[in-house]
């Protein structure tokens, strides 16, 4: 029987930990506080993240990492992408020699601005073939009602996509395969910045025009920088890029494009902090995608006026008005 440990027992943590379970995995999940790990391993539900949801009886978790990867053939990280290294470098000596790691996260980390395959490699000291990536539309909000929809599982080995493809296939959630990890990572870092922008103009009042237009050259933005670090092109048209800029721009349920709302609406930063229960990775991812950008030397207008927004004091009116004074030019998709 395959096996995985699930590391974080957030949201998206503890829901794909019960697609896996669903699924026919034996699964266990890890979490660092005592009384969410022992209402999901007693009494099968997790209040604190996912409240009136009944999790399989088959789903077990621990606060000890140690017996979560115990004999694990996947060990799935579910934690905020600027806590990864620091989580992962504890949990090394109990990975399993041939697991493959998986990462749920979709963040760039500040200061070095990697990607988080980047980091685990680094971090777990395990090759590239060892790592696999799962994004696309995946609100969880959704998911947990077990509404159809599907994912992209990203690796360079083809035997490793596979095994992860049939351990979370399910009638209701369809894993599609992609070897371009680079492509498949940035999209899903890189429209958590988009979605900050869409959910700004959201909360000034501002309507679908501007909502299409910021997508769309978000989107263009996502496949220049992709291009520069050595993306397939094609897969910013598939799920993990356009389909999940499309859920996460258009959603009440996402917390990135929430968290722009309430900054567009005038709240202040610690006001909008305040006001986030969960992770919104692009508050801080933003920071790190512009710097990636400047080391690639590409042009990410919109991520500039975000960061700004998020972090330099600027008003979402002088956001706008930045972006709809720059030169005019060419409509381009791309590089
Ligand atoms: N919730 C969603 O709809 C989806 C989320 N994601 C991505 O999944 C990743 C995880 O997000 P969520 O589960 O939604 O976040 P969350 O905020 O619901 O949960 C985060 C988990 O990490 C734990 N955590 C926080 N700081 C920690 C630390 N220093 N050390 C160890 N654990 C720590 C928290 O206790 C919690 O269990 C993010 O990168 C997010 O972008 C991807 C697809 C869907
Ligand atoms: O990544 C997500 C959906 O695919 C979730 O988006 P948020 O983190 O903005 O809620």
Redesign the pocket.
């Known amino acids: 029987m395959t096996k995985a440990a699930v590391l ?8 794909f930990a019960m697609i896996l379970a669903e699924g026919g995995t034996s699964t266990t999940l890890w ?3 005592a009384e ?1 790990v022992e209402a999901i391993d007693r009494g099968h539900e997790n209040p604190e ?1 996912l409240p009136g949801v009944r999790l399989p009886e088959s789903l077990r978790a621990t606060t000890d990492a140690a017996v979560a990867m115990e004999g694990a053939d996947f060990v799935v990280l ?4 600027q ?1 990864l290294r ?2 992962l470098g504890g949990w090394r000596p109990h990975i399993p020699e041939h697991a493959v790691l998986v990462s ?4 760039i980390e500040l200061r070095t601005s990697k990607r988080m395959s980047e980091v685990i490699c680094e971090v777990a000291g395990v090759p590239e073939e060892r790592v696999a990536v799962v ?1 696309g539309p ?4 959704e ?1 947990i009602r077990r509404e159809p929809a599907a994912t992209v599982v990203a690796s360079v080995d083809d035997k490793v996509t596979g095994r992860l493809q049939e351990a979370c296939h399910l009638p209701w959630f369809r894993a599609y395969t992609n070897s371009d990890v680079v492509g498949v990572e940035l999209g ?1 870092a890189v429209k ?1 910045v988009i979605a900050l922008a869409v959910g700004v103009a959201a909360g000034m009042g501002l309507g679908d025009n501007v909502r299409a237009t910021l997508m769309t050259r978000g989107l263009a933005e996502i496949a220049r920088l992709g291009a520069a670090v050595g993306a397939d092109p094609h897969t910013f048209a598939g799920l993990a890029g356009m389909g999940d800029l499309v859920a996460t721009c258009t959603s009440p ?3 990135n494009r929430t968290f722009g709302e309430n900054l567009g609406r005038g709240m202040s930063m610690a006001e909008t902090i305040a006001a986030t ?3 919104a ?1 692009g508050v801080k991812s933003c920071e790190s995608v512009l710097g990636l950008a400047r080391r690639y030397d590409v042009e990410m207008p919109i991520t500039e006026v975000v960061v700004g927004v998020v972090h330099d004091g600027m008003t979402p009116s002088e956001a706008a008005v930045l972006l709809m004074s720059r030169t005019p030019k060419p409509e381009r998709y791309g590089v």
Not at 104 to 107: D, R, S, W
Not at 138 to 141: D, K, R, S, Y
């Open positions: 974080g027992t957030g949201s998206w943590g503890t829901t979490g660092r506080r969410v993240y579910a934690v905020p992408s806590t620091g989580n749920l996260m979709k963040g994004s995946n609100l969880v909000g998911l899903g958590n349920l996402s917390r229960k969960q992770t990775e």
